[in-house]
């Protein structure tokens, strides 16, 4: 039996996670040996059709060709996981999800009419079944490869599911909300960054999109506290996850 078969696709996106993937170096070249890279192009130029044992997808579904290409993937793969907030949630160009993608094309392109796009970018599950989400923008490189390496050995991937504020205090961090009164998306999304942004005194844009159950309801007062009106919350949610938080959004509002 030959080592299994890794494949990585890209729909629309920045290649930032797939990048995250090749910025691993000293890891990837024993991860490069426990599988057959059977397609991906941001790495080598070598490719077969399939079926694979684990495919990695980074972006979003946001053409019509992209929609039939990922269910094309799917059928070829034994495991599909969803990389980066772009695959998992949309990323930053759900921003169309809320206005007239025709006036942007025509604002943007001298021949939109050669333009074919769908109105929402969407993430890949809302059009084929996933085996796990990775979220991020980009993806942590620990937590990548966490992953590839779980599929290897035939177990779940340890990813955590808590708060960024549960890192912040594990490191020991001062609240940049309690401290300073800055708007900090921290106790609604998940974890995975590191607490980045605290660390350096800003407060959290979201990047690995809501954690399970994110009490928006709870945070919203808080952040008009800080001197955040109703449009600007709207921006504040609306940016790397912006059609997940939405959801949580509209539910708090209701």
Sequence with gaps: MGRPTLAVFKLASCDGCQLTLLDCEDELLPLADQVDIAHFPEATGATRPGP???TL???SVTTPE???RIREIRARSRHLVTIGACATAGGIQALRNFADVDEYARTVYARPDHIDTLATSTPVSAHVDVDFELRGCPVDRTQLLEVVTA???GRKPDVPRHSVCF???RRGLVCVTVAHGTP???PVTQAGCGALCPAYGRGCYGCFGPKTDPNLPVLIPLLRRDGMDERDTERFLRTF????FH???EGARS
């Design 151 to 153: 599929h290897l050995v």
């Design 241 to 244: 996850n912006a059609a997940s």
């Design 247 to 249: 959801e949580f959004h």
């Design 52 to 54: 694979y044992d684990l």
């Design 57 to 59: 997808v980074e972006g």
């Design 167 to 169: 890192t912040c205090k």
């Design 184 to 186: 900090c998306l921290g």
């Design 66 to 68: 992209d929609a039939v």
